[in-house]
């Protein structure tokens, strides 16, 4: 079965409405039908749409609220955006959707969205993955929720890695989130921060280490809407990339003799004359 139908899975970004990328603010504009959670997507994403467009809040729908939208697109060859909060493909429940859209002969398309947790690297200023300090960043979320989680996904079992991460979901357990990120192996001091709605309006960032993190979020009393950053990344300073360094090569520039010898003189340094930058 096909349709002339169209469904748009739309990251709305973290937040804030000029976030959106163009892609998102194109295809908004051009549904028929605009379905978002109010509970989730700042309202004014909305201002992209049609005057004449259908909107609907799914805050208070079930899948099968939905789906009648999805199969009157597929009966009259509507076009519909559904818009989610940051990217689609971090717990936005679209696989579900995707199976239901295809099945009713939709066309379907994803339009990325800015995540939440690169949006508050972005506010605090840091980048995430730091030369010689981290060089990943683990997205996860609490181990015990509502959703169950796969065997060997713990935050313990992530944090042993002491690279960067960010943890989703998780802020009416902090004190949970705190004990298993330090049962882990992170020290106590390990900066970390703690963001509430981060680019809204009534945004709420603030840095502590591990060994406060539960405190943190008890003062301000938060419990949803909550992410946290963890890491050395966030407050490590002096460590250079080689992307820019002169003695780096590339197909479109040459390494600078001397600053390559240094290079590769750090590079034995560091490991014992086995490996070359």
Known sequence: MTSDGTVWFVGAGPGAADLLTLRAARVIAEADIVIWAASLVHADVLEHARPDAEIVDSSQLPIEGVLPLYQRAAEQGLTVARIHSGDPALWGAVQEQLDVCRALGLAVEIV???????????????????????????????????????????????????????????????????????????????????????????????????????ATVKQHKLWKHTLFLVGPALAAEGTRSHLYHPGHFHTFRRAEPAARAELRRQASARTGGNATP
């Open 112 to 214: 990325p969205g800015v995540s939440s947790f690169t949006a508050v690297a972005a506010i605090v200023g840091r980048e995430l993955t730091v030369p010689e300090v981290a060089q990943s960043v683990i997205l996860t979320r609490l181990e015990g929720g509502k959703t169950p989680m796969p065997p060997g996904e713990r935050v313990r079992d992530f944090a042993r890695h002491g690279t960067t991460m960010a943890l989703f979901l998780s802020a009416a357990r902090s004190g949970q989130v705190q004990a298993e990120l330090l049962a882990g192996g992170y020290p106590d001091d390990t900066p970390a921060v703690v963001a509430y709605q981060a680019t809204w309006p009534d945004e709420l960032v603030v840095r502590c280490t591990v060994g406060t993190l539960e």
